[in-house]
C-alpha cells in the first residue's frame, strides 16, 4: 500500500510541475505585459519604467525568470502580487477558505443527492420516476454553468428576493454578533452559489450511480440473496450499493478539476470572493505571480482529489493497490 500510494504521489508532482511549467511560459508569450497602463502613460519616463520592469525581474531573460520562480518556490516564497502589492501567500489566504468552503459544500449537496437519486433511479429503472428525473439530470447537467447561475440568481434574489442577491456575509452584519448569527448569514450567501454547483454535480453523479447499479444487479449473488427471501430493499441498499459504489468514488476525484471550473463562472455571478473571481481578476491584470500561483494551487488541489480518489477505491477494492 505505502509503495502504491508512494508511485501516486510521485506521479501528481510531476504533473503539478508540468502545468505549473506550461502555464510560466504561456503567460508570459501572451499580448501584453503587466502595469500596461503605467508603462504606456506619456508621463513616466523611460528609467521609471525600466526601474518598474527590474523591481519585479522582469527585465531578465525568460530562462532566468524561470528559474528565479522555481528557486522562489522552493523556498515556499510565492512572490508579491502585482496587483495588490502584497505578498501572494496573504492574497490567497484570503480567498482559498471561501473557495474551499463552496467547493465542499456543493460536492457533499451533490454526491448525497446523486447518489440518492441515482439509487432510487435504478432501483427501478424505466419507471416514472426513473423517466422524470433521468430526463430532467441530463436537462441539468446540459445548461452552462454560469447559465444556472444566472437563472438561480433571477428567481431566488431577485424576483422572489428569499436570498442574498452575491457577496460572502453581510456587510452591515456586526463582527461582535454571536456566531450563530454570523455562520447563518454566511450560509445564506452560501446557498445559492453552492447550490448551483451541487445541482450539477448531483445531475451527473445520478447518471453514473444509475448506469453502476443496473450493472450490478443482475449479479448472481445478489439473485441468490433476492431467492433466501431478503427484501428487495435490503437487497439494494445493503449489498448492491456498496459495489455500485466503486465508479462514483472514481467520479469525486474527477469532480475537483470539474468544480474549480465551474466555481469560475458562479464566483464571478454571485461575488463569491474566491479563488475562482480572483484568477480572472489576475489574468485580466497580467499579475503574473499571482496566476502562478493560483494554477499551481488548483493543479494540487486536482493532483489531491484524484488520490484520494484512489485512496477510498483502493480501500473499497484491494484489487485496486496493485494496478
Do not use: C
Amino acid at each position: 500500500m505505502a509503495t502504491w500510494l508512494v508511485k501516486r504521489l510521485a506521479q501528481g508532482l510531476v504533473v503539478i510541475v508540468l502545468t505549473t511549467t506550461i502555464t510560466f511560459f504561456l503567460i508570459h508569450a501572451a499580448p501584453g505585459e503587466p502595469f500596461a497602463g503605467l508603462l504606456d502613460d506619456p508621463r513616466t519616463t523611460q528609467q521609471m519604467r525600466d526601474a518598474h520592469r527590474a523591481r519585479y525581474g522582469l527585465d531578465r531573460p525568460l530562462v532566468v525568470q524561470y528559474a528565479r520562480f522555481v528557486a522562489s518556490i522552493g523556498t515556499g516564497n510565492l512572490g508579491e502580487s502585482f496587483t495588490y502589492h502584497r505578498p501572494v501567500a496573504d492574497v490567497l489566504g484570503d480567498a482559498i477558505p471561501r473557495t474551499l468552503l463552496l467547493m465542499g459544500a456543493a460536492m457533499l449537496v451533490g454526491f448525497a443527492a446523486g447518489i440518492a437519486l441515482g439509487t432510487a433511479q435504478g432501483a427501478r429503472p424505466g419507471g416514472w420516476l426513473d423517466r422524470i428525473t433521468g430526463s430532467m439530470a441530463v436537462l441539468v447537467a446540459s445548461l452552462p454553468d454560469f447559465w444556472l447561475a444566472l437563472l438561480a440568481l433571477l428567481l431566488f434574489a431577485a424576483t422572489w428576493r428569499i436570498l442574498p442577491v452575491s457577496g460572502f456575509s453581510d456587510p452591515t452584519l456586526s463582527a461582535s454578533a454571536p456566531l450563530v448569527v454570523r455562520a447563518g448569514d454566511v450560509l445564506r450567501h452560501l446557498t445559492l452559489p453552492a447550490g448551483t454547483l451541487g445541482l450539477l454535480v448531483a445531475a451527473i453523479v445520478s447518471r453514473y450511480q444509475r448506469a453502476a447499479l443496473i450493472d450490478v444487479l443482475p449479479e448472481p449473488w445478489l439473485r441468490t440473496a433476492r431467492a433466501k427471501g431478503v427484501p428487495r430493499h435490503a437487497v439494494i441498499f445493503r449489498h448492491a450499493l456498496r459495489n455500485a459504489l466503486l465508479p462514483t468514488i472514481t467520479l469525486g476525484g474527477l469532480a475537483v478539476p470539474a468544480l474549480l471550473g465551474g466555481a469560475v463562472f458562479v464566483e464571478v455571478t454571485f461575488a463569491w470572493q474566491g479563488m475562482g473571481s480572483l484568477a480572472v481578476q489576475a489574468v485580466g491584470d497580467r499579475d503574473y505571480p499571482l496566476v502562478l500561483a493560483i494554477v499551481l494551487l488548483s493543479s494540487a488541489l486536482v493532483v489531491a482529489g484524484a488520490i484520494v480518489a484512489d485512496v477510498v477505491h483502493a480501500i473499497a477494492d484491494p484489487r485496486q493497490r496493485h494496478a
